[in-house]
């Protein structure tokens, strides 16, 4: 069942990619929950007040990606790994106007782990996050993705090597390195 839904989800992408405006009035029914739970993992680290709402994200998020002309969809994994990024986006500009001038302070250590969410309390912990993400893509681009996939999005491993077309194994090594790199980033600005 889960296998014939992903591969109409592809589908769907493909027609969308090829311009068909039908395809994406037929594909957010199908993929709508999904980007219901991703949002309410990136809303759950937000702090009480937060004046984005779950469904706001979503639909903010869907803005983005309807946008997104000349977007090639390859598949479902692929297609949750940009919506993760448009929703992380979204929540950083959010916290980058809220901060506006406020930069610095005392940071909490945001704490990386297998299945945990960012518990940020505050904006400019998100904005910490998000900036330590941007130097780590100038290192080294594919180990950003693997992080914003597996970490804000929810993927699996061999969803995110699917999306990234490497193995499941340099997905696997690519996290380690990358969750320990953050970590001593995130732990130098205390």
Partial sequence: MQNAASHQITLLLVDWSNGDELALEELIPLVYDELRQMAKRYMRGQPAGHTFQTTELIHEAYLKLAKQDGQNWENRAHFFGVAARAMRHILVDYARSKQSGKRGGSVQKITLEENLIVSAQRPEEIVRLDDVLTQLAVLDERKSRVVEMKFFAG????????VLKISP???????RFSRNWLLRELSSAE
């Avoid at 194994?169 to 996290?175: A, I, L, Q, Y």
């Fill in 155 to 162: 993927l699996n491993i061999e969803e995110i090597a699917e």
């Fill in 169 to 175: 194994e340099t997905v696997k090594r690519d996290w």
